[in-house]
């Protein structure tokens, strides 16, 4: 999968060294290049929020249809897009991807691959021990830490350490080789963007529209 750029992508804002593409060998400077890409925006934590949308400029295309302050991510989609994430960075012919596709033998290989799980599906993977024991200490670590954010986060009453859970979870992601996504971005650099009654946010439309298509 390609790099999924944060917001506020600025170019200049990555150093990307400069790679002679091997003829016969394109495909290996361009993976080159989106991982160093990749990497780099996980260092960088300081991505001040826009305060002005003018169409036209940086990547701009029209006036925002809503007030952006009013824009929430919803605590079901935090953890399908941080399930998908991490599924993506397990090594697909390791035992913990394989016992994924073996416990969801109904979902299509391309479901699996990419990590498009609904809530249940995700619940029970938590409350599967046998997972946990096929990942790598690393893979372990990141897993245990999504857990813990999807416990003490997104409910009304967060946990008092929560931003340190957050922070664990974002290093622990980048340490198997997760993309940057936009929702992992905005844990790691914009965590004042969630409200504090993020509980009280209603998942059950959205839960039922994943459960229709999955």
Known sequence: AGLQCPINYNPADFYIQNLAIVPGKEKESKEKVMLQKSTKSHIRKKWPPRKKFIPGTRNIS???????QCVFLPPLHIKLGLMEIFVKALVREGVAFLHLRNKFKH??????????????????????????????AAEKSAWMAFSSVCTHFPGNKKAENYEDLVGDMV????????????????FDSHLNFFPQNLGAISDEHGERFYQNIS
């Open 62 to 68: 029209h006036e925002p249809l809503v007030n952006p």
């Open 107 to 136: 979902l299509s290989d391309a479901k699996v691959k990419e990590g498009m799980f609904i809530g249940p599906q995700i619940k029970a993977v938590f409350r599967d021990e046998e997972f946990e024991k096929k990942l790598s």
């Open 171 to 186: 290093k622990c992601f980048h340490v198997i080789g997760c993309n940057m996504s936009l929702k992992l971005h905005v």
